[in-house]
């Protein structure tokens, strides 16, 4: 198995005291470092003329990883292990997020107005004209991030409570890019009838509905009868938000590689939501040539067991992955660790395009085809050109609720992957530097440009 680098999803804080002379901290640094760990911030709780105690951060690179470095403190001679937290855990403790008053309660004149009697004034309002309901009610700003919690990360089926801490930092994000307020909905039901009438109950309250972490292929039909049945944006970010980022990044690898979109061909692994998604849109981009594989091997038209949604990208190419992915010029995995060999990438076509972003795990780690593939890019973000869809959830909403909209379209999806990429400048554009970061502050208010005009175009918005 391939050795993981450290990082924070793997951090500690140890607690340790020593005697107070030359050499016992470093003592300690050098034995996490010889161990792997990667040190972060160190500080002193106490000292006396005796001893010191100190907390230590320090990044591992797994769960198993993490107990090692613990281990290693223990042995250590003279040095007391007082404690160890998991800081990934006491962030998580008490839950992420909490609704807060937007207004402050002094006294009764006030109360009467926030609520009973003079609630009811701005009740009848939107009974009389239903519209009110965006100018005086938190809907205009909140989404829905509504989950079974059947494909949770790569975890799997792990449940709606187990989903829970996902949905709430999927809320987070929302309000921390673009200023949504989000609030997960995690349903204990993984019935298409019933999650699509759930959701249909509570839309009232939101301005919007983003699906998350729901299996194929029951996901294309809870978004596609949510779509219909709806008056409110419904967006499904496994496959819209991967597919928007991806289609940014390929934008960008392209232009390094001075490769016209229509004469590339792209091979992809993976034929799930995103997938299908990232196909679908690279597709509506300009890709003219996608093999489509699944753990079955190409998605050809001889095979019987296709879904509807396989059935779109058919190929005459039957064969294995590493069959159809000789002589292609881009790589797009969206499925398993290791289903890529650095043999395999070297049977490609010159200038090769590797999006290995099957996590926490990806296809194949980039160290490996450093010098076989121009551009990499991975899911994770310890390495660079990573495909994260924080850069597109945001700004989708921001712009679908400032304008109003009641659906999404492809076309505001490809104009968003169109306005990340333009964020990386012809001066700034490298092969580790295809995509922006994260942390841009011009990203959600681009994206939000691009789908609010797209929405003006096409006669959707209502702002």
């Known amino acids: 198995m391939e050795a993981l680098n450290p990082n924070p999803s793997y951090s500690l804080t140890l607690r340790v005291q020593m005697p107070n002379r030359a050499g016992m901290l470093s003592s300690v640094i050098r034995a996490l470092a010889d161990a792997g760990g990667s040190l ?66 002094r006294g009764q004149d006030d109360l009467a107005m926030v609520y009973t009697p003079g609630v009811g004034r701005v009740c009848m309002a939107i009974a009389e004209k239903p519209q009110h309901v965006y100018d005086y009610t938190i809907k205009s700003n909140t989404i829905a991030v509504v989950t079974d919690g059947s494909a949770v990360l790569g975890l ?36 298409v009838d019933e999650i699509v009438e759930t959701v249909k109950r509570i839309a009232p309250t939101f301005g919007g509905i983003n699906l998350e972490d729901i299996s194929a292929p029951r996901c294309f039909e809870v978004e596609r009868r949510l779509k219909e049945e709806l008056d409110i944006p419904v967006f499904h970010d496994d496959q819209h938000g991967t597919a928007i980022v991806v289609v ?7 232009r390094i590689l001075d490769k016209p979109i229509g004469a590339v061909r792209v091979v992809m692994n993976g034929a799930g939501a995103s997938g299908i998604a990232v196909a679908r849109l690279l597709r509506l981009a300009g890709v003219k040539t996608i ?29 294995t992955l590493a069959d159809v992915l000789r002589g292609a010029d881009a ?15 070297r049977t490609m076509a010159p200038q090769r395009i590797v999006f290995a972003m099957a996590n926490p795990i990806p296809e194949i780690l980039p160290e490996l085809i450093e ?12 390495y660079a050109n990573q495909i994260n869809n924080v850069l597109a959830f ?4 921001r712009g679908a609720l400032d304008a109003r909209i009641s659906h999404f379209t492809t076309e505001m999806f490809l104009k968003s992957a169109q306005a990340i990429a333009s964020l990386v400048s012809h001066e700034d554009l490298a092969p580790d530097f295809i995509i922006p970061s994260v942390f841009d502050a011009r990203i959600a208010p681009t994206v939000a440009a691009a789908v609010h005009q797209v929405a003006r175009d096409q006669g959707l918005a209502k702002t």
């Open 291 to 319: 093999t489509l594989c699944d753990s079955k091997g190409s998605v050809h038209r001889d095979r019987p067991d296709l879904t509807p949604e396989k059935l779109e990208f058919v190929s005459d190419q039957s064969g």
């Open 394 to 397: 945001p700004g989708i909403f």
């Open 40 to 105: 972060g911030q160190i500080a002193l709780i106490q000292q006396t003329r005796k001893i010191s105690m100190r907390e230590i951060t320090v990044n591992a690179a797994s769960s198993d990883h993490a107990e090692q470095l613990v281990t290693v403190v223990k042995s250590l001679p003279e040095v007391r292990f007082l404690d160890v937290r998991d800081r990934t855990f006491d962030l998580h403790r008490g839950g992420k997020i909490h609704i807060q008053s937007k207004i402050v309660v």
């Open 331 to 345: 790589f797009v995995g969206l499925s398993v660790a290791r289903a890529l060999t650095p043999e395999m990438v």
């Open 371 to 382: 010098q076989d593939a121009t551009v990499i890019a991975t899911g994770r973000s310890d």
């Open 156 to 191: 799997g089926n792990i449940g709606p409570a187990a989903a829970l801490p996902v949905m709430e930092g999927k809320a987070m994000l929302f309000k921390e890019f673009a200023d949504l307020d989000a609030f997960p909905i995690c349903l204990s039901t993984q019935n």
């Open 248 to 254: 940014a990044a390929m934008l960008n690898a392209l």
